[in-house]
């Protein structure tokens, strides 16, 4: 049972209690029991969702943190020993080796913002990176795609040597039981409908566009378009 349900009993029994000798103390007394036996509190509602050691609930309000004015990520100031994990809200701008105004977290070291987290790529740059540490790619041996409009606009592939690099380059090389390999298409559709078709070089917009054999170098707008197809 819920922190507010416990509250409510407490209050019908008040002026009961208030009655007896040392009536204030007693309400204390179960006031302390009753909540160190709880398993969860919830704020309000009476029912409050068996994960949660804190549940609250609203459908018009949210829960305000702390608003903090850090003046550097590194100094822990004006927080005081903060523990690790610890959330508020920056009021600063200009706070230096951070994200500006938003919401912080001390991670036992520094204050990292959660919008503009250092260990990820953020859509408006990154500074401060190490080309020895930090790189976009994959860590498995699987290909790494691009997309543009949600449409293949690039590939590298360690496992079949292909390289592809524009709108639909390559478009329709992607299946390694086809053993199309070791091609390179950069290019608006180039090398699109090239599906068995190896060590093939294509730059330009639909440079080899139909093709589908081996061993072809085609450089320049449409060039190689409409080479001989495997029949």
């Not at 309000?44 to 305000?64: E, M, Q």
Request: glycine share 12%; charged share 10%.
């Amino acid at each position: 049972m819920g922190y507010c349900c416990s509250i409510f009993h407490l209050v019908c029994f008040k002026k009961i209690i208030m009655k007896t000798p040392f009536g204030f103390v007693l309400l204390l007394v179960l006031v302390s029991l009753n909540i160190g036996a709880q398993n969860n509190i919830g704020i309000g509602t009476v029912s409050p969702d068996a994960s949660a050691r804190l549940d609250i609930t609203a459908t018009d309000k949210g829960i305000l943190i702390p608003r903090v004015s850090l003046t550097n990520v590194s100094a822990v100031a004006p927080v005081t020993s903060p523990a690790a994990g610890l959330l508020i809200w920056n009021t600063n701008a200009g706070i230096s080796g951070g994200s500006g105004i938003g919401f912080y977290y001390w991670d036992g070291i520094q204050w990292e913002s959660i919008l503009s987290n250092t260990k990820g790529w953020n859509l408006g740059g990154n500074s401060g990176t190490n080309p020895a540490l930090q790189f976009l790619g994959t860590t498995d041996n699987q290909p790494l795609n691009f997309r543009a409009n949600n449409l293949p606009a690039g590939k590298i592939d360690d496992n079949l040597h292909n390289v592809f690099l524009g709108m639909k380059a390559g478009f329709n090389t992607s299946t390694p039981n086809f053993g199309s390999r070791e091609n390179t298409f950069i290019g608006d559709s180039a090398g699109y409908s090239n599906i068995t078709g190896s060590q093939n070089t294509f730059v330009g917009r639909e440079a080899g566009f139909n093709n589908t054999t081996s061993s072809n170098s085609f450089f320049g707008f449409q060039s190689g378009q409409n080479n001989p197809q495997v029949a």
